[in-house]
């Protein structure tokens, strides 16, 4: 009689049932003990999820497929940087932290300097956004941090409370909640900011001190939150989009008398120093529905296995731009209809015809290859798919994915015969994220490399001193003599055309390499999420038994006894992070090996005939759930 082994349990199963559950160490000790193991034990939809589940990493993000495990590894020490213009302290940067000779010559600081308050504090921070004048960031604990100046085009004192909407932060403030509301995602607008939150909920931020949830039973099953210049949208998991205005209309009038009703003199002495404390309320109010998809024909006909439904969404200056599980890019113009008057006007052309306008020049493999930028430079691959959406200001992006990824830009003013814009450098070079700001571009590959083009824009490119740069480097000037004029009119250097890598550690020698996991911009700053790939750490004091028995292992991650779990506070069912999910037995973990007569233990090669090998893997099992499920511009 055959016994059953847990080799001989489907890959599905063991994925989605339970890898999840196991502990590292239980993982680093399976990974060893097959070609098999190993194999499944890096599957990057695993790591995903790890991180998702110990690090409160936003599911949806960016274009990214794999490197999750890299992610995962990193994620104890990430860092912050930030550059750009410094008015509005909108980089966070302390007095000390900012080279003032810089900033005098160039208006800004032209390479990424790190906000070393997270790292020094041990705060994760795993999302980070730009506004128009600020950033707006969240840590894997759920928290919102923020800095800057949510909306410049009011006045407050330094003195005023964190509810005035034109309260500086010039370096980094932890938002407080006193009910312990914990976030997921947030995204940002130009003066405004929403935040989706653990329970599913939306809130909005006109202030950093007195946001709203808002309240309306639309918006009881939320997935995805985005923002545009002055608006905020939501897609739902049945895939409807709602959005609202914050600062017009019926919403911004609630708010304003919400505000009048609640204003109470500033006491001294309540607020402490780098903490907004919260005064959350909720808002009953009505988002306004995007059209339905209607009669749009889904390319993948009886093949469906689901009904044809937008999955991603992002939002720029005036519209909506939409992705559905058919790869299939769309857009739909809102106008500026946050007054009464435009709310109404909106919603009645919704019902009398407008609709979203689908985009074959951004969707389909064919239509895109006949563009001229591809019939002379890199194909376009047969069966190319468009698998994320980013939008910002006036321009939006649709990506594909992998070796031979596709970036395609477009403009508000694109209809469905218009042909996208196409920078050939960021073709087959898999780009996940574009990022934009006024007159600055900057796109994020999937091997951890931030690329920067455009106008130099108070030092917003990134690419360095333009007067330490030789003559001729992106970003600094052409000639000495053009320098050497520069330096005596404070002229900045020209345009950067060809997208160019940004050096995180910008004139160091011997700087240990670096992987940008993240990027945001906007106006003229830019942030990125960065880590250290050789940064120099205290030996654990336990690791796991060596993987080197399979060929071409990956050393197994350290584990620490006395910190067992990572940290975050999201797990699949709501407990503690680490508390382990009743009902599923723990996997032992058991190091391969014997102890020998003085104690020591001796490390032995695992008996592989006792799994099953290499090719009992189901091909193409690590592709699944690769379709799972803004810009504001500063002054």
Known sequence: MSTASLSSLPVEVLLDNLLDFLALADLAHLSATSRFFHALCNDDILWKRKLIEDFNYPRVLDARTSGYKLLYKGMKQPKVYAWGSVENGRLGLSAQEINRSVVRAFGGVPQPVELEFFSQKGIQIVQLTAGGWSFNALDSTGTLWVWGQLNASV???NGDPFSHPGRRAV????????DSVKFRSVASGRSQFSALDSRGSVWTFRSWGRPYR?????LARVEQIACGWDFSAALTATGEVYIWWPGNGEFARVGDEHEAAEARPRQPGREREGIIEATGWEMSAEPLELPSLGSLEDPRGQAATEPLKI???ACGTDFVVALTNANQVLKIDVGEGGGDDGFQMLRQSFRTGRRWVYLPLFSEAKRVAMLPAFQSGKPVPEDMRITHVSAQFNTFVAYSTGSSSVVLMGTSGHGPDMSPSVVPALQHRNVISVVLGDYHRAALTAQGELLTWGSFSSGALGLGDPYKLEPGTPGGFRTIGERDRGQRTRQTPPEVEEPTPVNFHFGQENASPTFCFSAAAAGWHVGALVLDLEEKREPPRVTVASSS????????LEHDPEDPTMPGSF??????AGTRVRGVPPFTGAR???????GRFEPQEPDLTRAMGLYGIRLGYPARGVLRGAHPRGD
């Open 155 to 157: 006045f407050a004192f």
């Open 171 to 178: 370096v980094p403030h932890r938002i407080n909640f006193s």
């Open 214 to 218: 808002l309240v309306s039973p639309h």
């Open 311 to 313: 999955v991603q969404i």
């Open 549 to 556: 028995a399979v060929e071409g292992a990956e050393p197994p």
């Open 571 to 576: 797990t699949r069912n709501g407990s503690a």
């Open 592 to 598: 391969i090996g014997q102890h020998t007569a003085d």
